[in-house]
């Protein structure tokens, strides 16, 4: 089983900046790719960034330029830099990890985060 810890999230102004944490911890033989999604209110769930174990990266056309998604392997931890934030970008973020391979059965699943809430207004 996989455990994400969401954190980072909160009110600021437009222009301003976030930056996004998402932890996995438990029993973790390798993680395919994670990423970032949010949900905004009567919207669905949109892609944000994805990045690969081996860096390759993947943005949002509405992102990109001002996201910066990173990855430390070694802690399973992925990172959203969110800079020159817009008040479009208020939505509920989520953390996904896929094809997560656990240590004993070497079985894969994605998982999500519990969500953390970013809102952008003056």
């Known amino acids: 089983q996989v455990q994400l810890v969401e954190s980072g999230g909160g009110l600021v102004q437009p222009g301003g900046s976030l930056r996004l944490s998402c932890a996995a911890s438990?029993?973790?033989?390798?993680?395919?790719?994670m990423g970032w999604y949010r949900q905004a209110p009567g919207k669905q769930r949109e892609l944000v960034a994805t990045?690969?174990?081996?860096?390759?990266?993947n943005y949002a056309d509405s992102v990109k330029g001002r996201f910066t998604i990173s990855r430390d392997n070694a802690k399973n931890t992925v990172y959203l830099q969110m800079n020159s934030l817009k008040p479009e970008d208020t939505a509920v973020y989520y953390c996904?990890?896929?094809?997560?391979?656990?240590?004993?059965?070497?079985?894969?699943?994605?998982?999500w985060g519990q969500g953390t809430q970013v809102t952008v207004s003056s």
């Open positions: 996904n990890v896929y094809r997560a391979i656990d240590t004993d059965t070497r079985r894969a699943r994605d998982y």
């Open positions: 990045i690969t174990g081996g860096g390759s990266t």
């Open positions: 438990g029993s973790i033989f390798s993680i395919n790719a």
